[in-house]
């Protein structure tokens, strides 16, 4: 493999709202995402995926891992809604997972992070926020999934945000879908593009089920 | 029975019954749907065991049988037994009851199945390599090996289970393969399947498609050119990569070269990929800069050459109008660009192009060059026994992917040209980004000389070759993962025994 990653993480709401059906398009989602990303020469050589989950406490259940070996993890809901654990921890990972570029080491390319959650933060989300302000990232889009979802929230995390009107098995597959393209793009615009995406009109059209937040 | 079972399983396995704050938790906690289905696997196991040495003690010559057709029978079965133990028992007293059980317990068609929940885990495979891989299962903590046996795969896959009932084989093919085994939980074998990921050939995923009917300005996917000399012998190659090759784009890279007398000239350039007319930039800029510099030699180059052995005073003059000479160049590169732009009413941006470009005199014991180069790639000059002359510094930033292009500011950077006067010079490479970073890849990289040295070996036989041209643009198709842009090189090599 080469030195060089696209590193991508999903950083995904595993509160008991995501329970039954949310939970499952997830991983769904997931596996559809390998799936496609897998038969995709641009992102099977320089994508490596993370899947960082929160609730009551934020865990990174698969660290970052290049596709070919990468599984989709098995992933369960339940517990509150802590968004601020969630994007502290992402910020470490990044820290310590993305290379820069050095005199003896070709960095990695600027992470692109995917954001969902179905709620409202139960935690001081802010200082999680400040936190990851602390770390270069390409692109966050966040996606709000249904409608307990806070877009000012989202919103101020990103500018690239995104809301699903409700969060059931097709929003939710629509929106993996859309990621997995969004990943192909960034990694085959690293290919040709010397250049990083840097936001939303790098990256394929949204499906109309999705309302972008202005 | 059903108590005691329940009561083993407590011990075993810590779970306990829940109550008011513990049960709430419990049904709202972590992965409490898979609790629930392996609790209730737990006891399906526990009374699968009971019943099939119910069995055993009523009817020997029955196969065990799945709860819930006996199940009924729960109340009659009477007195409870102490279960765990039973088998054990059985078997020391009548060796035909462990040879009965061994034979029921394999009759595969018997097994029951396992809950969709308890999940299994292989490593990926990759097609066509070589395979070996355990069947693990997924528990709370991650995942562990799995006691199995008797693995069944499609014969399609050329997969299959070996002594050590592991998977093993070289993949036919790439998609998601199912393995059939079965699966020993404590004392029960039961039916299991898991799903291998067999990755494609990345290799194989690279396709050729032509750029679109009507995309203009067209260019060709492929160049190449060689000049020789009295004392040396250029060649340059420039070749459309993997990657703008799968998705129909042309090339973006360029390249030019030329001789005069004793006096060369060698550009390459790289378009940027965000700018939509980088390959007419790079062509533009290998052409204005080969013409320019080939028109000073054309009307200075005598000059200069009887300058070469001048006083060192002489000599400085002479770089300082090098230097002044490939600024200008540049810049009538850069006019010449904002020109086009304007007439096609478009932004210089979108011509967006980095510029490599040597020119000098290889006389029979010296080499003069001068250089000027902006943006990524590399320029350097060989001299053998680990001498390696950098003509410069590539651009790059904090992450990957960032480089400078040329315009009016790129100009001002510091050590952009250089002249150098290279003795033992053996070979001179100017080359894009498409070729550095397989092959030196970090800045720390391209300051080493066994990089440079194995690059001058691999290189210098191609010049003896008869099609030297076409060799070199296959050269240029090595497999690197992860660098798939288009690749150009110039290189002058020193005519040996001269």
């Known amino acids: 493999m080469s030195g060089r990653k696209l590193p991508v993480y999903l950083?995904?709401?595993?509160s008991g709202s995501m329970d039954g059906e949310p939970i499952e398009a997830v991983r769904n989602g997931m596996q559809t995402l390998t799936d496609a990303l897998r038969n995709d020469p641009y992102a099977l050589e320089s994508a490596h995926l993370s899947v960082i989950t929160f609730d009551s406490d934020a865990q990174q259940v698969v660290p970052l891992t290049d596709l070919f070996s990468f599984q989709p993890p098995m992933i369960e809901a339940g517990g509150e809604t802590c968004l601020g654990k969630g994007l502290e921890l992402l910020a470490n990972c990044i820290e310590t997972e993305v290379r820069k570029n050095t005199v003896d080491v070709r960095g990695d390319w600027k992470p692109?992070?995917?954001?969902?959650?179905?709620?409202e933060p139960t935690d001081v989300w802010q200082e999680g926020l400040e936190r990851l302000k602390q770390v270069r990232c390409g692109v966050i889009v966040a996606c709000g999934a249904g409608h307990a979802a806070n877009s000012s929230v989202l919103k101020q995390i990103t500018a690239n945000t995104v809301m699903l009107d409700t969060a059931n098995s097709s929003t939710i597959s629509a929106f993996f879908r859309w990621v997995s393209s969004s990943i192909a793009i960034g990694s085959q615009r690293i290919e040709t593009g010397k250049k990083d995406a840097n936001g939303m009109s790098d990256f394929p059209t949204m499906p109309a089920e999705f309302r972008l937040m202005p | 029975m059903f108590r005691d079972a329940f009561l083993d399983f407590q011990k075993r396995t810590?779970?306990?019954?829940?109550?008011?704050?513990?049960?709430?938790?419990?049904?709202?906690?972590?992965?409490?749907?898979?609790?629930?289905?392996?609790?209730?696997?737990?006891?399906?196991?526990?009374?699968?065991?009971?019943?099939?040495?119910?069995?055993?003690?009523?009817?020997?010559?029955?196969n065990p049988s799945l709860p819930h057709e006996q199940g009924q029978d729960m109340a009659a079965i009477g007195k409870e037994q102490p279960h765990s133990d039973m088998r054990a028992l059985n078997q020391a007293s009548d060796p035909n009851a462990a040879a009965l059980e061994k034979e029921n317990r394999e009759s595969s068609s018997g097994l029951p199945k396992l809950p969709p929940a308890i999940k299994f885990w292989l490593p990926n495979a990759a097609v066509g390599k070589p395979y070996v891989g355990e069947i693990h299962r997924w528990n709370k903590d991650g995942k562990s090996p799995a006691k199995v046996r008797n693995l069944r795969i499609d014969a399609g896959w050329d997969l299959a289970g070996n002594a050590d009932c592991k998977v093993e084989g070289v993949p036919g093919r790439a998609g998601d393969c199912s393995v059939a085994f079965e699966y020993l939980d404590g004392k029960n074998w039961w039916d299991a399947s898991c799903k291998l990921i067999v990755n494609p050939d990345p290799c194989q995923l690279w396709r050729e498609r032509e750029p679109d009917d009507s995309a203009r300005p067209r260019k060709e996917h492929q160049k190449s050119e060689r000049c020789q000399a009295q004392y040396f012998d250029l060649l340059g190659a420039s070749l459309?990569?993997?990657s703008h090759a799968h998705n129909g784009g042309f090339r973006e890279d360029d390249m030019a070269i030329s001789v005069h007398g004793n006096w060369f000239v060698m550009v390459v350039?790289?378009?940027?990929?965000?700018?939509?007319?980088?390959?007419?930039?790079?062509?533009?800029?290998?052409?204005?800069?080969?013409?320019?510099?080939?028109?000073?030699?054309?009307?200075?180059?005598?000059?200069w050459s009887s300058l070469l052995d001048g006083s060192e005073e002489t000599v400085l003059a002479l770089e300082e109008e090098f230097r002044v000479l490939l600024r200008a160049s540049a810049q009538t590169v850069i006019a010449e660009i904002?020109?086009?732009?304007?007439?096609?009413?478009?932004?210089?941006?979108?011509?967006?192009?980095?510029?490599?470009?040597?020119?000098?005199?290889?006389?029979?014991?010296?080499?003069?060059?001068?250089?000027?180069w902006v943006g990524d790639g590399a320029l350097g000059v060989w001299a053998g026994e680990g001498e390696i002359t950098l003509m410069g510094r590539?651009?790059?930033?904090?992450?990957?992917?960032?480089?400078?292009?040329?315009?009016?500011?790129?100009?001002n950077k510091e050590d952009l040209i250089k002249v150098a006067r290279i003795s033992a010079a053996q070979s001179v490479f100017l080359m894009t980004d498409g070729v550095s970073d397989p092959r030196f890849e970090t800045e720390q990289?391209?300051?080493?000389?066994?990089?440079?040295?194995?690059?001058h070996a691999e290189l210098a036989p191609i010049f003896a070759m008869e099609a030297a041209e076409s060799e070199l643009l296959d050269w240029l198709k090595f497999w690197s993962p992860g660098n798939h842009d288009d690749r150009t090189v110039a290189i002058l090599l020193r005519k040996q025994g001269i």
């Open chain 1, 11 to 14: 950083v995904l709401d595993t």
């Open chain 1, 112 to 119: 692109l992070v995917f954001i969902m959650t179905d709620g």
């Open chain 2, 14 to 62: 810590g779970f306990l019954q829940p109550e008011g704050e513990q049960a709430r938790k419990f049904i709202l906690g972590k992965n409490a749907g898979h609790k629930c289905v392996e609790f209730m696997y737990e006891l399906y196991k526990l009374w699968d065991e009971y019943v099939f040495q119910q069995n055993k003690l009523t009817a020997p010559m029955n």
């Open chain 2, 240 to 242: 459309r990569g993997r």
């Open chain 2, 269 to 303: 350039a790289d378009g940027a990929g965000s700018a939509k007319l980088s390959r007419r930039g790079s062509e533009l800029a290998v052409g204005v800069m080969k013409d320019a510099l080939a028109r000073a030699i054309a009307e200075h180059g005598e000059r």
């Open chain 2, 338 to 372: 904002g020109k086009e732009a304007q007439q096609a009413e478009e932004s210089p941006l979108e011509y967006a192009t980095t510029l490599l470009a040597a020119f000098g005199c290889m006389q029979a014991d010296s080499l003069l060059l001068a250089s000027l």
């Open chain 2, 394 to 411: 590539p651009d790059s930033g904090e992450y990957s992917g960032q480089t400078r292009f040329l315009d009016e500011k790129s100009l």
């Open chain 2, 445 to 455: 990289g391209l300051e080493s000389a066994q990089k440079w040295r194995d690059l």
